[in-house]
């Protein structure tokens, strides 16, 4: 008998609830901080058996480290607030990471511009 392979998306599923829910908990609780309220979640991508999920984020700010360095302090409280607001048995770890896509964009086409 020949094994089913089914083809599910259920990391996909998980990974956008969770960056849909984390944006609205950044909307909500920090948006008068001034390094979080510039942050945009533009990806997400779940891994190692949907226990974790990286959220991918842009920001206008120049200081990537600050920005990186404060999402970090934050993560366990936007954690459980996430917690509350998924209705799942485990909620997975979440880590934010820079996407750098604009700016390498940009230089490509910079250097389409210069040939």
Not at 57 to 75: A, F, G, P, S
Not at 92 to 111: H, M, S
Request: avoid cysteine.
């Amino acid at each position: 008998m020949q094994k089913k392979h089914f083809n599910s998306n259920r990391g996909e599923r998980i990974a956008s609830k969770v960056q849909t829910l984390v944006a609205e908990i950044l909307r909500d609780n920090y948006n008068d901080d001034p390094v979080i309220s510039g942050v945009s979640l533009v990806g997400s991508v779940a891994h190692g058996g949907l226990q974790f999920v990286r959220l991918f984020y842009y920001t206008r700010n120049d200081n990537i480290d600050t920005v990186q360095r404060k999402l970090d302090e934050i993560t366990r409280t936007v954690r459980f607030e996430l917690a509350s607001r998924m209705n799942q048995k485990y909620v997975p770890d979440i880590k934010f990471a820079y996407d750098d896509t604009l700016e390498k964009a940009a230089r490509i086409d910079e250097l389409l511009n210069n040939l």
